[in-house]
């Protein structure tokens, strides 16, 4: 159990690699289709198997001595930093073909959805200036720490340009104090650095039914051997406190309000950054700290005014259900479990999402989901986890059951970066909006794009995510010469119907397709 949390660094450099990945991958197969970019498929496969090196045991568990860590450590900086600049040529080679009426902030979306998301973007220009979706203007704010956020809506696996045009903002700030944020979609109150109160305004439920929700809790973790793999069952027996050190409004303007809370345990202060949005249904709280402490578990700990007896947790491609009682000495041993990018617990009017950006360790029991945060062992290696550490946590409360939410879109969102490039107006051939695949069902995910191994053709891989047989449509940018369905190591060629820019499948509950495309 304790693998699941154990050396943070290492998990989060995991996740941000594979999604990162998923990018590359996606941008250059659009990239090599449009523009005839070279699709780097060495350096891709060369990357991917450091990726899985770094997957083996005991490094991705955590359970390794320091110097493994050290050296993991310099080939996933090397990994991202080429994954980084692979996806910058990819969109550079789009952008130059790009035609664009006027300077523009181009925001990519790699996820398989139409998406409404915040966008952190560098600040395009000196002057001041006013962002425009087509005729009408989208709001942003700087932000503190020297950028700039807007929300974007940006179709599925494509791009979309917002003109960038001299000007001044007519967008007013949503009204906050440092006790209170009220938007659209909740009505927040914070009482030393605590949400005291979280009101879902569709709904009009209180999420937690007056109990402090989303704090951060301190456990002494001390199992009695193999201190980096396991967790025992009786760390809640010591719990240590978190003192309030303060709260301010860091950040406050027509997107959103970011409200700072510091709070100390020992030597460590832990500052969480409380993103509440005007036009998103979503809360984002960033956690930063410097973590100084040996034999201490830290949870977060979300009470939900539910009745529900499963727990529903995301996995790679789809979701599985566990139980949230300690009726049986089999619910009692699910005191901690896996999960992927988020875990719900709802009952059939009402539920709460907790998406992480690069966690994997969680308690929900009781009506309390709780994920861990951090450990820090000292066996087999001396140092583990005593670092500085930056991580998301982000609340989407729902009505009905999660099956109906849009969890799993919100999780892509979380993990998958819109990336916001500026770029200068230009007299080329591709569109300002696009879109290279969709799909007309919600419960289905495309998931990856990218070239296909032996260079024929595109891989598109969707899966269907809430247990349900459906007729579904992948819509293509543009006519399909040919496409068939394949296996997973991209082997087969079973014939799919097609029509114009149109195929038409089948996906049986929680069925994975992989589908080789020529255009």
Known sequence: RGTLTSQARNKKYNRKSECLYHDVETLSAIAKKETGFSYPAERILENWKLILLNQFHDILPGSSIREVYEDSKEQYESVLAEGTEMTASAEASLLSKMNLQNDSLVVFNTTGFNRKDAVVADIPVENDFILLDGDKEVPYQKTYDGKIVFVAEIPAKGYKSFTVKSGTQSATAIKADVNSVDTKYFAVEFTNGDITKLVHKESGRDVANGKPFGTVRAFQDRPFNHEAWD???????????LDFVGAEIVEQGAVRVVYKVDKKIRNSVISAYYNVYADLDRIDVDYKTDWKETHVVLKGDYPVDVNAVKATFDIQFGNLERSTTENTTWD??????????????????????????????????????????????????????????EFTFSIYPHSNHVSSSEVVKEAFNVNYPAYAVFAKANNGTLPEVYSFVSADKDNIVIETVKDAEDGNGIIVRAYETWNSKSNVKLTFCDEIKSVTECNLIEDGAEEVKFSGKTLETEFKPFEIKTFRVNF
Request: proline residues 3%; aromatic residues 14%.
């Open 231 to 241: 967790i025992k069952s009786y760390y809640e027996e010591k719990e240590f406190n």
């Open 332 to 389: 009692f041993a699910q005191f901690e479990v896996s999960m992927h990018k988020w875990v719900d617990l709802s009952d059939n009017s009402f539920g709460v999402s907790v998406i992480n950006d690069c966690k994997y360790g969680c308690t929900v029991k009781n009506g309390h989901i709780m994920p861990t945060l951090l450990r820090c062992q000292t066996r087999p290696n001396d140092v583990q986890d005593r670092e500085y550490h």
